[in-house]
């Protein structure tokens, strides 16, 4: 799946429940100047279950 890097890319507090391939792919995106990086669907689903709704992006 794709995700916006400024979205996700630019809040530090998701950091923590991010799981490390989806950081990654939202860097190395932010890093070649894309706008969307291709995540796993997994990683997301995983790191939107475990972080509370005050850290997540609005």
């Known amino acids: 799946m794709e ?4 979205t996700f890319y630019n809040c530090q ?3 923590y429940y991010m ?5 990654d792919a ?3 995106a ?3 100047g ?14 939107k279950e475990e972080a509370p709704a005050d850290v997540w992006p609005e």
Request: aromatic fraction near 12%; hydrophobic fraction near 55%.
């Open 3 to 6: 995700i916006d890097v400024n």
């Open 13 to 15: 507090r998701l950091y």
């Open 19 to 23: 799981p490390r391939p989806l950081f």
């Open 26 to 28: 939202l860097e190395a």
């Open 30 to 32: 932010f890093l070649a």
């Open 34 to 47: 894309r706008e969307r990086a291709e995540v796993s669907a997994a990683d997301f689903a995983k790191m």
